[in-house]
């Protein structure tokens, strides 16, 4: 008589102790992930028009992805996430002219300086 009694127990205790774990979440401890290139705007910054390649690997680092049949297309993506928090994400693409190799654009989550378009002498 009584085992029928724990048998429908059961059920609802172990229910109720997996609900309680979703409540422990928060107390639990995450570790935060940094995934690819940390790019900051002072950086971004310091870019012209005109630059070659290597010039832009020694100011923003080697990018993330370069596509193949597309070499001359540099991303430079920053993944983070901060524990318990949505994680973040920067997208930088910087792009060269085929022909010459040199830098041709920049776009992304972050502002180019106004003299971008300024080459370097």
Known sequence: MHFKKWMAIIPLVSTLLLSGCSLLEPLVYRIDIAQGNYVEQPDVEKLRIGMTKEQVRYVLGSPM???????DTWYYIYHFTHGHDDPEQKNFIVKFDSQSQKLASATGDFDVNPDFNTPLN
């Open 65 to 71: 992805l370069v596509q193949n049949g597309y070499p």
